[in-house]
């Protein structure tokens, strides 16, 4: 009988593989086809030497990509061979000091369902115990203070392990080897209840989570210590716990999102697709946007006029006890006032919420980084990203070229993210915020010298918004200033740029890009947000056409009063004197001196900039029909998210508009379509119909725009992005109809439209911009 060959090969494996039981699953592998050889971490990833029969060698490198354990991410295997040894067994090395710098940090993770049952189990040793993890599961991101990724490295270093605790995470055999969170009741984090004043609270029942739950049934606001900073709970089905936690927290109509025990729990809130269950029940536990039953149940109070509900699933221990002894879903909306970010820091969080919660469910394992719960929804069947957080962050995006140099992307102002990157990645930030209010600049400030020190990079060129308000713009002009090459990115041109990096496209690929949002500060000096552009990521974008310029009168106060927006425009159509006459409910209740006030400020030019975003047109036909935010919002967005909600269905036909030439482009006139829908409102039309027929037109002035483009330049795929296309009704049209033009439509997959995915583009352009200087200099 003749020997199989025996070989031996040097193997690497590079991607998220350390800290997620990469080196117990391939020594588990080699044991199971009696190779011979060792593995450990290396500056990459991790390195294996491996022998035997060369059949088996085949088998072993398929499987470490196809069966990796649930939280690797595989990005290359890449193997040469070396002299056989003869060397017999397979061991797991120790990693050398100071090498795992390039390692990557994995975002945290939702409790497996090993986990699960043991806490549920009460034989085993860490029945009910909420701080359960191990290397499929657990805190990571949130807990890392530095790198290399090691117990030390991260919040748990100052609770020492037991001996069984120890020996778990010393056995390459079992599911704890090496997790660096890894506790048990014994020698782990501790959970407290406390009420408002700080007193600990003591008597039946002595469990601090089965008494949260009991308050919580009892009416009351309890705030909880999460993964990446506290949440406020409630009961959902009470009115008045929820009408309480409202008034208490300055929050009049924004939704609060809920958490469910499982996928059978949110069922009996929302109707939920198996694509829908697949995002819920990641490992990533985004808060997903669900159709709401009609007989859900909650209290109106959850989010007033929606048609969705915001849901997630347990995704820690803690979460699942406390579910599990509440019985019933639970609101779980972020833990903060009216506009300051999550608190996540101990000693704040009876400063930030002493007046809205009863009861502080506490526990000591410190948060070194806040992180907001992610958003999301299911387009076509696809995640799309409304807020890339929790359980994203900071894992690696991959692009379709590399990065030259280390690049720092600063981002907007609204819903700021970050990013940093080199060589084949991105690393977007969690979600900090709007960098308005001190606390947020702060965590920009710490986030970016945080990641710079995680992924060990220096960056060489600092991308930024030209807005030069935004205290994102005025950090990189700091760094400017300090030596730095930086590079200042229009901010629709960065929007396109990032749907097209988004979707991994080479940056030489032209495309047209459409953005519609509500405010990018344009290169002429205008409030930009109705772009049309054509042009790649490599030569840059050029403006083939806009949304025609409106007056914003009053600038930002017309951000916040859409009813402005409505006015500027009919004074635009009809004049001043026709328009205080004008027998529309949106005018009577602005009032004839507010409309004459307005008159004056477009007449007289005063702090009115004009604007071409799409945003505002939706407010302006917000206010039109009247929805609820119309005359004074109270969260970002909310007249055009309601004018959606308003909206019965797809409207069979739109009103009119054209595209007029103008100069270098052509802009989209829409002032026949504002009288159209003036008209319908005074003859009668409910607001669902006008806001039906108003969609429909803005998706086909997406089309319009696109085929103008592409008559002249050839070019037939069209990004879409930007915060506008958050709307479904306008997304979906729009789409459809390009597609049926046979456009090529890419839409955001892996980073949000709005300004949450600014950060990408900025990035992209940098780098193409970076490559031109360098062939400039040679
Ligand atoms: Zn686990
Ligand atoms: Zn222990």
Redesign the pocket.
């Known amino acids: 009988m003749k020997m199989p060959t025996r070989e031996r090969r040097e193997v690497s494996v590079r991607g998220i593989v350390q800290g997620v039981g990469f080196r117990p699953f391939v020594f588990a592998l080699a044991k199971k086809r009696g190779l011979a050889g060792s593995v450990r971490n290396d500056a990459e990833g991790v390195h294996i030497e491996v022998e035997g029969a060369t059949g088996d060698l085949e088998r072993f490198l398929r499987a470490l990509e196809a069966d990796a354990p649930p939280l690797a991410v595989v990005e290359a295997v890449a193997w040469r061979p070396l002299g056989v040894s003869g060397e017999a067994g397979f061991r797991i090395e120790e990693s050398a000091d100071g090498l795992h710098r390039q390692a990557l940090v994995s975002p945290d993770v939702a409790?497996?369902?090993?986990?699960?049952s043991e806490i549920l189990d009460p034989s085993d040793r860490r029945f009910l115990y909420p701080f359960?993890?191990?290397?499929?599961?657990?805190p990571r991101f949130t807990i890392t203070r530095s790198v290399p990724y090691d117990r030390a490295t991260t919040t748990m270093a100052r609770f020492t392990m037991c001996r069984d605790c120890r020996r778990e995470y010393d056995d390459p055999q079992n599911?704890r080897f090496h997790a660096q969170p890894n506790a048990c009741p014994e020698c782990g984090p501790k959970v407290r209840l406390l009420d408002k004043f700080g007193h600990e609270m003591r008597g039946k029942p002595e469990d601090p989570v089965e008494h949260a739950a009991r308050m919580l049934r009892g009416r009351a606001v309890v705030a909880i210590k999460g993964l990446g900073g506290y949440h406020l709970a409630c009961d959902p089905f009470d009115e008045k716990a929820v009408k309480a936690l409202r008034s208490r927290k300055f929050r009049q109509d924004k939704p609060f999102a809920l958490m469910a025990r499982d996928v059978e729990q949110a069922r009996e809130l929302c109707h939920i697709s198996s694509e829908e269950k697949k995002l819920l029940a990641s490992p990533a536990r985004p808060i997903v946007l669900l159709d709401r039953r009609e007989d859900s149940g909650v209290a109106e109070d959850i989010a007033p006029r929606q048609k969705t509900l915001g849901v997630m699933l347990a995704y820690t221990p803690l979460h699942h006890l406390l579910l599990h002894d509440a019985g019933v879903p639970l609101v779980m909306t972020s833990g903060n006032n009216a506009d300051e970010p999550i608190a996540y820091r101990d000693g704040e969080s009876f400063d930030h919420l002493g007046g809205i919660a009863d009861y502080f469910l506490l526990h000591d394992r410190p948060i070194h980084m806040r992180c907001d719960d992610s958003v999301m929804r299911v387009v076509k069947g696809e995640p799309y990203h409304l807020r890339r957080s929790r359980g994203y962050a900071p894992a690696p995006l991959g692009v379709a070229e590399g990065f030259g140099r280390h690049i720092l992307a600063c981002g907007g102002e609204l819903k700021n993210t970050f990013c940093v990157a080199k060589e084949g990645h991105v690393f977007m930030s969690h979600h900090i915020g709007d960098l308005e209010n001190y606390e947020t600049l702060r965590s920009f400030r710490e986030g970016i010298e945080h990641f710079r020190g995680l992924f060990d990079i220096e960056p060489e060129i600092v991308a930024y918004d030209l807005h030069p308000e935004y205290l994102s713009t005025k950090y990189a002009r700091e760094l400017e200033e300090d030596g730095m090459p930086a590079v200042g990115i229009q901010h629709h041109h960065a929007h396109i740029a990032s749907c097209l990096a988004d979707n991994e496209r080479p940056s030489g690929e032209r495309a047209i890009g459409v953005a519609f949002d509500g405010t990018g500060y344009g290169t002429d000096g205008a409030i930009w947000g109705g772009e049309f552009f054509e042009g790649s990521i490599e030569k840059g974008f050029e403006r083939r056409g806009h949304l025609e310029y409106a007056p914003l009168p009053g600038g930002s106060a017309a951000i916040r009063e859409p009813w402005r927006m409505a006015v500027s425009h009919l004074i635009g159509i009809y004049g001043e004197e026709e328009v205080v006459r004008l027998p529309l409910a949106a005018i009577r209740q602005a009032g004839e001196r507010n409309v004459r006030l307005i008159a004056r400020l477009v007449e007289r030019n005063l702090n009115t900039p004009p604007t071409s975003s799409a945003g505002r047109l939706f407010d302006a036909v917000a206010a039109l029909v009247g929805v609820p935010g119309s005359h004074r919002t109270t969260y970002e967005g909310q007249a055009a998210i309601e004018l959606e909600l308003a909206a019965k269905g797809v409207s069979e036909s739109g009103y009119p508009f054209r595209l007029r030439d103008d100069g270098e482009g052509w802009v989209v006139e829409t002032r026949e379509a504002m009288a159209g829908a003036v008209e319908d409102l005074m003859s009668g039309s409910a607001s669902g119909e006008v806001s039906s027929k108003f969609h429909r037109t803005m998706a086909e002035v997406v089309v319009a725009g696109c085929e103008r483009v592409r008559e002249r330049s050839g070019t037939n795929a069209v990004a879409l992005s930007g915060g506008t296309f958050q709307n479904m009704l306008l997304l979906d049209q729009a789409s459809k109809f390009l597609e049926e033009r046979s456009f090529i439509v890419h839409r955001h997959r892996r980073v949000p439209t709005g300004d949450g995915g600014l950060a990408l583009g900025q990035a992209a352009l940098a780098n193409a911009m970076s490559g031109k200087s360098e062939v400039a200099k040679s």
Do not use: A
């Open positions: 409790t497996c369902d090993e986990c699960l359960t993890n191990c290397t499929n599961c657990g599911r």
